[in-house]
C-alpha cells in the first residue's frame, strides 16, 4: 500500500477540516432543517455533531473562532459548501471505477488506523485520588525556589568593573550606568532582568545576591577573563510550594498523557508480535549519517507480515525536514522517536489491512467519511489540480512589481575570533605567511560557532546587520586581504571578506518559483470561490442562518 499523502491542494486540505458527515433526510419538523442542498437536508443534530467534532480537533484560535455566533454561521455555509462538492462529483461518477476504489481504500485505511487507534486511548481516566497521590508524592517537583529581581551590569575589565563600583557607592543611579557602560543584553533596560529564579543563576552570582541586603550592589564578580558583573536585588520572594489547586489540573493532564502513551505504546508491541515485525538494525544506525547511497537507500529497514519497508522510504521524510533541525534529529533519541512514529503507522496501517472488514463495520462513520474525502479530491484535482501559470503572468507580475525584489548591498565574510588582542596579532602572523591556514585555524581557535561549524564562513550578510566596527571592516576591506585584528564587544577579529555586492534587483530567474508559489494559490483560490458558486446555484443551495 503506497503511505505517502494523497495529492491534494491547499484549498481541499482546508476542505478535509470539516469531517464530512451523513446528513438527516427526514427531519422532524422544518425548524429543524438548516441548510438544503437539492433534496439533501441538513439538520441541527447533524450540524451540532459537526461542530463538536470539528472543535475538538481544531487549533485553539479556529476553535474559539468557530465557536462565536459568526464562526458558527459560517460553519453552516462551508458545510453546505462541501455537500455541493460532494453531490456534483457523484453527479459525474467520480465516486466509480478502479482508481476510485483504490484511492477510496488507502484514505479509508489511514482513516480507520487513526480512528482505531485513537479509540484505545480515548477510554482512559485519571482520578481525582490519582492527582491527589502523585502530588503528595512529587511535592519536591513543585517547590518554587528563591527569586530575587535582579539588576546588572557587565563590563569587560576588572579595572572598568571597579569604577564604575565607586560611582555607584559615590551615589551613581545603577540605571543610568547599566544604559552607559554594560555590554550585556540588558543594557537598554538599565540592567533590568526582573525576576530571577536563583537556580537559573551563575553560582557566583547567587551566592553573591545571598550574601546582599536589598539595594545593595554587589562587589565586581568575575563571570569568566573578560566578563565582570557588578549585580543588586530590588526584592525577593521566598522558597515555597505551588499548593495543590494550582497545579492539578496540570497534573491530570499529565497523567493522562502517561497513560494514553501507555497503552498506545502496549498496542504497537501487541501489532509487532503479531504481524511479525523485525528491524534491521544496521539500516537503523545508517540513518545518522548525513548522506546515503543508493545501495544503502535500497536496505530493507524493517520486515512485517507480507511486506518489506526499505531505507529511502523513510529517508524521504527525513529530507523533508529543514536542514538546520535535521541534525539534532539524527542525533541521539531523536532519530529513534523519528523511527518509533514511522514504523507505528506502518504498523497501524498493517493492522487495517488484515482487518479491514472488521474495522469498516465497526467504525461505518469514518468509512463514508473516507468516501466523501476521496471523491472531493477526485473533483478538485479535476478542476483545480490541472491549473498552471503562464510565463507571462509570473514576468507581468515581476515587472509591476520590481520593488519587492530589491536586495541590499551584502557581503560575505569568513572571520576568526578571540577574546585577547596578542592572540589574535598571533594568528595574523601565521595567516601573513600562509593565508589557506585560515579555515584551520578558525576551526581550532575561534570562538564564534562558525568556527568549528564552518571554518569561520559567515554566509552572506547585509550591510549594517554586523556589530559597527566589523560591519565597517568589511566594507572597507579588499576583497580577499586577511585584515585585523578588528576589537568589538564580542572580542578581536581577524577577517577575510570574500564577496560584497551592491544594492539591486533579483532577476526573474532567481524569484521565478517564488512568485509562482505566490500567483498559483489566489488563482486556485478564485477557480474554487467560481466552481462553488456555481454548484449553489444548480442545486439550489438554501442556508438559513437565522435558525442557529
Request: hydrophobic share 40%; with cysteine; proline share 3%.
Amino acid at each position: 500500500m503506497h503511505l505517502k499523502k494523497q495529492r491534494v491542494g491547499a484549498l481541499f486540505i482546508f476542505l478535509l477540516l470539516f469531517g464530512l458527515f451523513v446528513p438527516n433526510c427526514f427531519a422532524q419538523s422544518p425548524e429543524d432543517v438548516l441548510a438544503e442542498v437539492g433534496d439533501v437536508k441538513i439538520t441541527r443534530a447533524d450540524y451540532e455533531k459537526e461542530l463538536a467534532t470539528f472543535i475538538a480537533m481544531a487549533n485553539p484560535q479556529a476553535a474559539e473562532h468557530f465557536s462565536t455566533p459568526e464562526g458558527r454561521q459560517a460553519f453552516l455555509t462551508q458545510v453546505a459548501e462541501i455537500h455541493a462538492l460532494q453531490k456534483k462529483a457523484e453527479q459525474q461518477g467520480l465516486n466509480k471505477g478502479e482508481k476510485y476504489e483504490s484511492a477510496y481504500h488507502e484514505m479509508a485505511v489511514a482513516r480507520l488506523a487513526d480512528e482505531s487507534m485513537q479509540g484505545l486511548v480515548a477510554g482512559a481516566e485519571i482520578s481525582d485520588s490519582e492527582v491527589r497521590a502523585h502530588y503528595d508524592k512529587n511535592k519536591a517537583t513543585y517547590a518554587e525556589p528563591v527569586q530575587y529581581h535582579v539588576f546588572q551590569i557587565v563590563v569587560n575589565t576588572a579595572e572598568k568593573a571597579a569604577e564604575i563600583k565607586k560611582k555607584l557607592t559615590d551615589g551613581g543611579s545603577f540605571i543610568e550606568l547599566a544604559k552607559a557602560e554594560s555590554v550585556d543584553e540588558y543594557k537598554s533596560a538599565g540592567g533590568d532582568k526582573g525576576f530571577v529564579s536563583v537556580t537559573a543563576l551563575e553560582e557566583p552570582v547567587a551566592k553573591a545576591l545571598e550574601s546582599l541586603k536589598k539595594d545593595e550592589v554587589s562587589a565586581p564578580i568575575k563571570l569568566d577573563e573578560d566578563l565582570f558583573m557588578l549585580v543588586k536585588y530590588i526584592d525577593r520572594k521566598e522558597a515555597s510550594t505551588k499548593e495543590f489547586d494550582s497545579v492539578s489540573a496540570q497534573i491530570k493532564r499529565d497523567l493522562l498523557n502517561e497513560k494514553q502513551r501507555g497503552i498506545y505504546e502496549a498496542e504497537i508491541d501487541k501489532l509487532k508480535k503479531d504481524l511479525a515485525f523485525e528491524m534491521n538494525q544496521a539500516a537503523a544506525d545508517s540513518l545518522r549519517k548525513e548522506s546515503l547511497s543508493d545501495q544503502e537507500k535500497q536496505a530493507v529497514l524493517f520486515k512485517m507480515t507480507g511486506k518489506e519497508v526499505k531505507v529511502a522510504e523513510i529517508d524521504e521524510e527525513l529530507q523533508q525536514i529543514p536542514p538546520f533541525i535535521r541534525p539534532q534529529i539524527l542525533k541521539g533519541e531523536g532519530l529513534d522517536d523519528f523511527l518509533k512514529q514511522f514504523y507505528s503507522r506502518y504498523l497501524a496501517f498493517a493492522n487495517v489491512e488484515k482487518n479491514f472488514a472488521e474495522l469498516s463495520a465497526k467504525y461505518p462513520e469514518v468509512t463514508r467519511d473516507a468516501a466523501r474525502r476521496t471523491v472531493i479530491r477526485f473533483l478538485l484535482d479535476e478542476k483545480i489540480g490541472a491549473i498552471t501559470l503562464e510565463e507571462s503572468e509570473i514576468a507581468d507580475f515581476y515587472q509591476k512589481n520590481l520593488a519587492q525584489f530589491k536586495t541590499p548591498a551584502q557581503m560575505r565574510a569568513h572571520h576568526i575570533l578571540v577574546k585577547e588582542e596578542a592572540e589574535a596579532k598571533d594568528l595574523l602572523s601565521v595567516l601573513e605567511k600562509d593565508p589557506a591556514k585560515f579555515s584551520d585555524l578558525a576551526r581550532e581557535k575561534s570562538v564564534c560557532p562558525s568556527g568549528k561549524q564552518g571554518g569561520g564562513d559567515l554566509g552572506t550578510f547585509g550591510e549594517g546587520q554586523m556589530v559597527g566596527e566589523f560591519d565597517e571592516a568589511c566594507k572597507t576591506s579588499e576583497i580577499g586581504k586577511i585584515v585585523g585584528p578588528v576589537k568589538t564587544d564580542f572580542g578581536y577579529h581577524i577577517i577575510r571578506v570574500d564577496e560584497r555586492k551592491p544594492e539591486g534587483v533579483m532577476t526573474l530567474d532567481e524569484v521565478r518559483e517564488q512568485i509562482r508559489a505566490r500567483l498559483m494559490p489566489e488563482k486556485q483560490r478564485e477557480v474554487f470561490t467560481k466552481l462553488v458558486e456555481e454548484l449553489k446555484k444548480e442545486f439550489n443551495v438554501k442556508v438559513y442562518q437565522e435558525k442557529l
